[in-house]
């Protein structure tokens, strides 16, 4: 594993491809190229080329008219994304990011951050989760602001 992900040099567009299939499968039991693009808002032609592109790289099994199911490696990516993306917004919204804003910066970072502060940051959220004074606290301290 290479700072936290299995398969070196993976866009972040292909992780996002990986975490919806994964969000898609979740919710569904399984995912169908319609609901994978839906997930991301884009078309259903360009999910299939990245469907193509990721099966070639063993990360996903694509079947036309089928849908797509994560190989092992790729459901690994997924799962590491999806929990990166669940940590900061969670993180954001404990100090009071609004859920929409929050959604959307965590989808940004996760992919940036190194997986120590990630790590870090998820000790801090144990931490806060054991403590609802500090918790509260924070989220007086650093109150919503209208967008």
Known sequence: M???YIVKNLSRKAEDYLEAILN???EKGYA???DVAREL???PSSVVEMFRKLDKMGLVEYRRYEGV???PAGREVAEVIKSRHDTLREFLRMINVPEKIADCDACS???ELHPATIRQIRLLLKELQSDTRIAECIRRRTPAREV
Do not use: F, P, Q
């Open 69 to 71: 199911v994560l190989a």
């Open 41 to 43: 808002d884009l078309s």
């Open 109 to 111: 970072m996760e992919h």
């Open 2 to 4: 290479n700072n936290g």
């Open 24 to 26: 898609v499968t979740l």
């Open 32 to 34: 169908r190229t319609k």
